[in-house]
């Protein structure tokens, strides 16, 4: 054993103290190894819940809900409920995932939004269906994801480390029988779309672009800026891109909503993000920011990960449940 595991610049025999010292050292970094990956696994399955409060909406604008109700509508409602559901990255045997997600639906919001990367293999569609199920009976919107198009493929982890863009994978995902089964529902398809629709009296108008990550995005093809008279003006796009996020703060946008970070998926302890994997800075890489004075961003972390990187650390799976509620109101 002489001549293995040297200190750097010694050059004499390792005693067996040293030799004990250096295995022992070995085996307390390898363990510490292992448990990292273990805990990284283990992470993808240990699903949260967020809620956050989003003061986006116009003074006022429940008292003139509840006049257009008249007595019929129920008293003292202050917020409108908005379940963000985003990267499920879905595989066929992921039972566990695919219940808790259909769990959600007891929550009742007023809208669920789904901005995309819902596939994870080709034989996930029925799996998405379940796991959605009683969120499509909800009124909803979406928009897609690079994750939705193209199975993925093993990549160099190195490159998303260094913020390095990787190519998408060459298999076709069915995401038209996925499209259609979101459209039957009821769901709207927001791609490069303007959208107006009524919920529960509250007008909203829903704006949308395709994956800026692929550089699908095409935001002139919406043709303007939100509907003025909405009380609601939501844009989505999956990746969180700052020249897209630029133009619907330009037009009048009071909440982009996004994906794709997974949060920053492998985080230092308290969840501090190393790379967003998109332009935003790691400060937004999840939840409710403001990107500028009159829109807000919300981020979701996602519910998955790629079959290739099946790691979260320090970065639990997550869907949010947004509180829209009133601006405070300027004192005259």
């Not at 566990?96 to 819902?118: F, H, I, Y």
């Not at 981020?299 to 079959?307: D, E, F």
């Not at 970065?315 to 300027?330: I, K």
Request: net charge neutral; proline share 8%; glycine share 12%.
């Amino acid at each position: 054993m002489e001549g293995l595991f040297r200190r750097p610049g010694y050059t004499g025999p390792v005693t067996n103290s040293a030799l004990r010292t250096a295995l022992t050292a070995g085996g307390v970094l390898a363990a510490a190894g292992l448990t990292t990956a273990a805990g990284g696994f283990l992470g993808t399955r240990d699903f949260a819940l967020r809620e956050v409060t989003a003061p986006v909406l116009e003074s006022g604008t429940f008292d003139r809900l509840s006049r257009f109700h008249g007595d019929g509508r129920p008293a003292g409602r202050r917020e409108f409920t908005i379940l963000h559901v985003s990267d499920l990255h879905m595989l066929a045997h992921q039972k566990m995932k695919q219940r808790w997600v259909s769990a959600l639906g007891a929550l009742e919001p007023d809208l669920v939004v789904n901005t995309g990367d819902n596939l994870g293999e080709r034989e996930a569609v029925p799996g998405v269906l379940q796991a959605l199920d009683p969120l499509l009976r909800r009124p909803g919107v979406f928009v897609f994801g690079s994750n939705d198009y193209y199975a993925p493929h093993p990549v160099n982890p190195v490159n998303y480390l260094l913020g390095r863009k990787n190519p998408p994978g060459d298999t076709a995902l069915p995401w038209q029988d996925m499209r259609a089964a979101f459209l039957e529902h009821g769901w709207e398809d927001a791609t490069h779309r303007r959208i107006d629709f009524t919920v529960d009296g509250l007008r909203l108008a829903v704006g949308g672009v395709d994956d800026p990550h692929l550089d699908r995005d095409d935001y002139p093809a919406l043709g303007g800026g939100p509907n003025p008279g909405a009380d609601l003006a939501l844009g989505l796009s999956h990746s969180p891109e700052p020249r897209v996020l630029d133009q619907f703060a330009a037009d009048g946008y009071q909440l982009t909503m996004s994906g794709h970070t997974h949060g920053g998926q492998l985080c230092l302890p308290g969840g501090h993000a190393v790379v967003t994997n998109c332009g935003i800075d790691r400060s937004r890489v999840s939840g409710l920011s403001r990107w500028s004075e009159r829109m807000w961003l919300h981020v979701s972390s996602g519910l998955g990960t790629s079959k290739y990187v099946p790691f979260r650390v320090f970065c639990r799976p997550s869907a949010t449940l947004l509180h829209v509620v009133e601006r405070p109101s300027v004192p005259a």
